[in-house]
Nanobody, 115 residues
Framework: QVQFVESGGGLVQPGGSLRLSCAASGSIFSISGMGWYRQVPGKQRELVARITTNGRTNYADSVKGRFTISRDYAKNTMYLQMNSLKPEDTAVYYC?????????WGQGTQVTVSS
């Protein structure tokens, strides 16, 4: 019965910033990892950033140094701060929770970087 609500996407110019949020409507148990994925039509969904329960983070090489993932367990919310955005960052971004035995996905939010 857990449901995610994603927000923060939109249209920005190259070099701009966006902050994505993923809020869960209910408590999530047995969390192994949480992350953000993105997908462009015709291509497979790719991992953008991941954070474990102990705070360890991993980033795709393409976003390292520009994106920052964080979470607030009390608010059941995960964030993705995106800075220095590039046109190649354009995609639908999905939040994800790995519970070890299954995955939970958000509905996705569109990010478009264009001048």
């Amino acid at each position: 019965q857990v449901q995610f609500v994603e927000s923060g996407g939109g249209l920005v110019q190259p070099g701009g910033s966006l902050r994505l949020s993923c809020a869960a409507s209910g408590s999530i148990f047995s969390i192994s990892g949480m992350g953000w994925y993105r997908q462009v039509p015709g291509k497979q969904r790719e991992l953008v950033a991941r954070i474990t329960t102990n705070g360890r983070t991993n980033y795709a090489d393409s976003v390292k140094g520009r994106f920052t993932i964080s979470r607030d367990y009390a608010k059941n919310t995960m964030y993705l701060q995106m800075n220095s955005l590039k046109p190649e960052d354009t995609a639908v971004y999905y939040c994800n929770v790995d519970r070890g035995y299954d995955y939970l996905w958000g509905q996705g939010t569109q990010v478009t970087v264009s001048s």
